[in-house]
């Protein structure tokens, strides 16, 4: 399936479109809101834990900071450092994952040792042992969701390219004599192009568990930034009084999660058809330069 295929995957079931609406709308909220916050984000505008009344329709937070403002604020940061540890969790496992699927010398067990240390780590402890180690600040937020995800992509990368390496188009790249980084870029990588996006949802989605549950647990993004985690830790007090304080960060969330897993299921039930009819010998034929095609079985 190559990029357009995909596109098309998402929009031709329910599923696939009401996931995308998800996402769109929730990235709308994020880029937007901050343009048409009504009041500051760090000043008091009443009494902590109101309800929602005039001037402040989701009540205050236990600060007496305006919830709509600071709801409107707190998606930028839970959506970039996702996404920018997602791209950079796949740039590192992708490398990893077509190296050691590869070279099935000594590289390929060196590498995966690393990447099954990494996953005798439980998460949260992963993280936990950074901040310890590092403090507190984005750039150790970025290290440790990216060493979370990195282990998950590169298995699911080299077994893929372990799949598409004994295939005919490959063998004859290897007699032409080309490099191996030759034979990664132009023969296996535009091959991965369906396995990646059905998986890159459900990454994603973990990403945002991961920085907003961080950032819930004070060990990311530090009062008094705006952020959907770390309102709904501030406010878990005032649960009683004011709902609004916790419901409003937290549905988004579960929004932006629950969208990014319906596309990424829809790519890859697509992906799977799309195999099953025999249209795909590898992972993504329709990518396989021409010149390659007669060489399928």
Do not use: K
């Amino acid at each position: 399936m190559a990029v357009p295929a995909v596109l098309r995957s998402v929009g031709a079931t329910p599923g696939g479109r009401i996931g995308a609406i998800m996402i769109v709308a929730v990235a709308l909220v994020a880029l937007v809101g901050p343009l048409v916050a009504p009041h500051p984000i760090d000043t008091p505008v009443g009494v902590p834990g109101s309800p929602p009344g005039p001037g402040i329709p989701l009540g205050t937070d236990a600060l007496g900071r305006d919830v709509l403002s600071r709801f409107l604020d707190g998606g930028v940061s839970v959506i970039a450092i996702s996404v920018c540890a997602t791209l950079l969790a796949y740039l590192a496992g992708v490398s990893i994952g077509m190296l050691a699927g590869l070279r099935r010398t000594w590289i390929d067990p060196l590498l995966m040792r690393g990447i099954d240390v990494l996953l005798a780590f439980p998460a949260l402890l992963l993280m936990l042992v950074l901040v310890g180690g590092l403090g507190s600040a984005i750039p150790v937020l970025l290290l440790g969701v990216v060493l979370v995800q990195v282990p998950g992509i590169a298995r699911v990368v080299r077994t893929a390219t372990q799949e598409l390496s004994v295939l005919p188009f490959v063998e004859s790249a290897r007699l032409r004599g080309e490099r191996p980084l030759v034979i990664c870029v132009r023969e296996i990588l535009p091959n991965l192009v369906s396995v990646i996006f059905a998986d890159i949802g459900v990454r994603f989605g973990y990403a945002v568990v991961l920085v907003a549950s961080m950032n819930f647990l004070n060990l990311g993004l530090q009062p008094p930034a705006a952020d959907w985690g770390l309102m709904i830790s501030e406010n878990r007090s005032i649960l009683a009084l004011n709902p609004w304080a916790v419901a409003a960060p937290a549905v988004p969330l579960a929004l932006l999660v629950v969208g990014m897993n319906l596309v990424g299921d829809t790519v890859a039930a697509a992906a799977g058809r799309s195999a099953a009819r025999g249209l795909d010998p590898a992972p993504d034929a329709a990518l396989i330069p021409p010149h390659h095609r007669q060489e399928q079985p």
